[in-house]
């Protein structure tokens, strides 16, 4: 079907975390394919996988050192084509992570730029003198710290958005473009069906490198080094690109929580989706905020574009979490479930939130895996605060939070795997888990087959436009309306009972 996934429901997977096919603790093509099966009674449409290609993990995958195999700790390039030709057959798309921005510094292309400053691919990376003895300018990688980085051989710095082992590409040059449109081209003609673009809008940065402003609280405003007029015409040329297949979905992760600036990738000589983390990314359960940021996304509907509508990634804190307390826990997951599912957009499930995961914690730093928390402990250690306090502060903003295995059962490591998996499991697998909600009728699985079984069935759900969006007090509801069918949906987001007169709203 043409723009498919306009109709779709995405699932994201974090590729180590689902489900592990050999006994080796960290997730694969073989897991995955093994669990086909429960994507499908799920019935969702099209799977997002994290990075799958060889890498030295730094930031477990989106630091990429060959762009055309399978790291073998996810399978065999046979492994990746069984699994894709399985998930085909039953009918689910697949969409590949890709990281345009920067590759790991162990990439050949990498260590041949480092080699020497006549290098042929010295120009492939960004590549500056210093300036007064120090950093070009004061730039901040988005991990802490500066964003460049000093190379003692050739005496130059190079650009990290990232880790330091996430290398920038010049974008500006020619040949790189040309060296990772091959890459698109070799993972379409494999028959991927599109791919979720990684910081898509950080691609090239302000030539005259000037500094960056702060904000009140002295954090950095990333001003000059992203949605710069480069990324923009690399969009389109992608575009240009992928239209050449048919029906390939092209989803953009815009780095910014700000809508205005978003929605400018998308539309039709650009991205598909954009991430609407304008949405995605609150912090409370709040029904103004939540109101006004569906809002301003129905506007832009009018046009071609369409929302994404998602609250968890392997980014960020899981949304049962972040935005549910204890004692309404249930319900508010439900709600906002139910909000995925019915509001105008494509919903993106993060694996997990169907059985209502929550975050992990880690209580010694020698299990955290990410590398935004452990640079965050090794910083606060080195300005002198306490492991107690270090490790407080990783946790904070350790992205480890929604990246535990998923909890398929009560056994052992919740049958993710044999043995240790890579990352500790939540201790919570022996309540938490799949198996235990496929028997309960009124589980959080069972309410989301059942919200998913609802929106598949109702053409307003899927294709209609808002005929009405609207709140009272801390009521939002809406009317979807698709030709003769109109549908309804109500939140209530107080804590008392409340009654809406139909005949008062103005429809
Ligand atoms: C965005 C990805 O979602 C995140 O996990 C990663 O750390 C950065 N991009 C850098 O690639």
């Given at each position: 079907?043409?723009?498919w996934?306009?109709?779709?429901?995405?699932?994201?997977?974090?590729?180590?975390?689902?489900?592990d096919?050999?006994?080796?603790?960290?997730?694969?093509?073989?897991?995955?394919?093994?669990?086909?099966a429960?994507?499908?009674?799920?019935?969702?449409?099209a799977?997002?996988?994290?990075?799958?290609y060889?890498?030295?993990?730094?930031?477990?995958?989106?630091?990429?050192?060959?762009?055309?195999?399978?790291?073998?700790?996810?399978?065999?390039?046979?492994?990746?084509?069984?699994?894709?030709?399985?998930?085909?057959?039953?009918?689910?798309?697949?969409i590949?992570?890709?990281?345009?921005?920067?590759?790991?510094?162990?990439?050949?292309?990498?260590?041949?730029?480092?080699e020497?400053r006549?290098?042929?691919?010295?120009?492939?990376?960004?590549?500056?003198?210093?300036?007064?003895?120090?950093?070009?300018?004061?730039?901040?990688?988005?991990?802490?710290?500066?964003?460049?980085?000093?190379?003692?051989?050739?005496?130059?710095?190079?650009?990290?958005?990232f880790?330091?082992?996430?290398?920038?590409l010049?974008?500006?040059?020619p040949?790189v473009?040309?060296?990772?449109?091959?890459?698109?081209?070799?993972?379409l003609?494999?028959g991927?069906?599109?791919?979720?673009?990684d910081?898509?809008?950080?691609?090239?940065i302000?030539?005259?490198?000037?500094?960056?402003?702060?904000?009140?609280?002295?954090?950095?405003?990333?001003?000059?080094?992203k949605d710069?007029?480069?990324?923009?015409?690399?969009?389109e040329?992608?575009?240009?690109?992928?239209?050449?297949?048919?029906?390939?979905?092209?989803?953009?992760?815009?780095?910014?929580e700000?809508?205005?600036?978003?929605?400018?990738?998308?539309?039709?000589?650009?991205?598909?989706?954009?991430?609407?983390?304008?949405?995605?990314?609150?912090?409370?359960?709040?029904?103004?905020?939540?109101?006004?940021?569906?809002?301003?996304?129905?506007?832009?509907?009018?046009?071609?574009?369409l929302?994404?509508?998602?609250?968890?990634?392997?980014?960020?804190?899981?949304?049962?979490?972040?935005?549910?307390?204890q004692?309404?826990?249930?319900?508010?997951?439900?709600?906002?479930?139910?909000?995925?599912?019915?509001?105008?957009g494509?919903?993106?499930?993060?694996?997990?939130?169907?059985?209502g995961?929550?975050?992990l914690?880690?209580?010694?730093?020698?299990?955290?895996?990410?590398?935004?928390?452990?640079?965050?402990?090794?910083?606060m250690?080195?300005?002198?605060?306490?492991?107690?306090?270090?490790?407080?502060?990783?946790?904070?903003?350790?992205?480890?939070?929604?990246?535990?295995?998923i909890?398929?059962?009560?056994?052992?490591?919740?049958?993710?795997?044999?043995?240790?998996?890579?990352?500790?499991?939540?201790?919570?697998?022996?309540?938490?888990?799949?198996?235990?909600?496929?028997?309960?009728?009124?589980s959080?699985?069972q309410?989301?087959?059942?919200?998913?079984?609802?929106?598949?069935?109702y053409?307003?759900?899927?294709?209609?436009?808002?005929?009405?969006?609207?709140?009272?007090?801390?009521v939002?509801?809406f009317?979807?309306?698709?030709?003769?069918?109109?549908?309804?949906?109500?939140?209530?987001?107080?804590?008392?009972?409340?009654?809406?007169?139909?005949?008062?709203?103005?429809?």
């Amino acid at each position: 079907m043409k723009d498919w996934w306009k109709e779709a429901i995405f699932y994201e997977i974090y590729m180590p975390s689902f489900c592990d096919g050999n006994g080796d603790g960290i997730g694969d093509f073989k897991g995955i394919a093994s669990k086909l099966a429960y994507l499908k009674e799920l019935d969702i449409d099209a799977i997002w996988l994290t990075p799958f290609y060889k890498s030295p993990k730094i930031d477990n995958g989106y630091d990429i050192s060959d762009y055309y195999s399978i790291d073998a700790d996810y399978g065999t390039m046979y492994d990746f084509q069984v699994f894709l030709d399985q998930a085909h057959q039953r009918g689910i798309k697949v969409i590949a992570d890709l990281v345009l921005n920067h590759t790991s510094s162990l990439h050949p292309w990498f260590l041949e730029s480092r080699e020497s400053r006549t290098s042929p691919k010295r120009d492939w990376y960004i590549w500056k003198d210093k300036v007064e003895g120090h950093q070009p300018n004061n730039w901040e990688s988005y991990f802490g710290g500066s964003a460049w980085e000093y190379d003692e051989k050739t005496a130059q710095y190079y650009y990290h958005a990232f880790a330091k082992e996430q290398v920038d590409l010049n974008w500006y040059n020619p040949e790189v473009k040309n060296a990772m449109f091959d890459v698109i081209r070799f993972w379409l003609d494999k028959g991927i069906d599109g791919f979720r673009l990684d910081v898509i809008n950080f691609l090239g940065i302000d030539p005259t490198l000037q500094n960056n402003p702060y904000d009140e609280e002295g954090k950095q405003i990333h001003l000059h080094d992203k949605d710069l007029p480069i990324a923009f015409e690399i969009v389109e040329e992608l575009r240009t690109l992928v239209n050449k297949y048919e029906d390939k979905v092209l989803v953009g992760e815009v780095g910014t929580e700000e809508f205005e600036i978003a929605k400018t990738y998308a539309g039709q000589d650009k991205l598909d989706l954009i991430f609407n983390f304008n949405l995605g990314s609150i912090q409370k359960f709040e029904v103004k905020r939540i109101f006004d940021e569906l809002k301003k996304m129905e506007k832009e509907n009018q046009g071609l574009y369409l929302p994404t509508l998602f609250f968890s990634s392997h980014d960020m804190p899981r949304h049962i979490t972040r935005l549910v307390d204890q004692d309404t826990e249930q319900t508010r997951a439900q709600m906002l479930c139910t909000l995925m599912l019915t509001a105008t957009g494509v919903p993106f499930l993060y694996y997990g939130e169907e059985i209502g995961m929550t975050d992990l914690y880690v209580d010694d730093i020698s299990e955290m895996r990410d590398v935004q928390g452990i640079l965050t402990y090794q910083r606060m250690i080195a300005e002198g605060n306490s492991v107690i306090e270090a490790l407080e502060a990783s946790n904070m903003c350790s992205r480890d939070k929604s990246r535990s295995p998923i909890q398929w059962n009560d056994t052992v490591y919740a049958g993710f795997s044999q043995i240790k998996p890579w990352i500790c499991v939540n201790e919570n697998y022996t309540k938490i888990n799949v198996e235990c909600q496929s028997r309960e009728v009124d589980s959080m699985l069972q309410y989301y087959k059942n919200m998913i079984r609802i929106r598949k069935k109702y053409k307003a759900l899927y294709k209609g436009n808002y005929e009405l969006l609207d709140r009272r007090n801390d009521v939002l509801f809406f009317i979807r309306k698709y030709k003769e069918q109109r549908i309804g949906v109500f939140f209530n987001f107080g804590i008392k009972q409340d009654t809406l007169h139909l005949e008062s709203l103005s429809i």
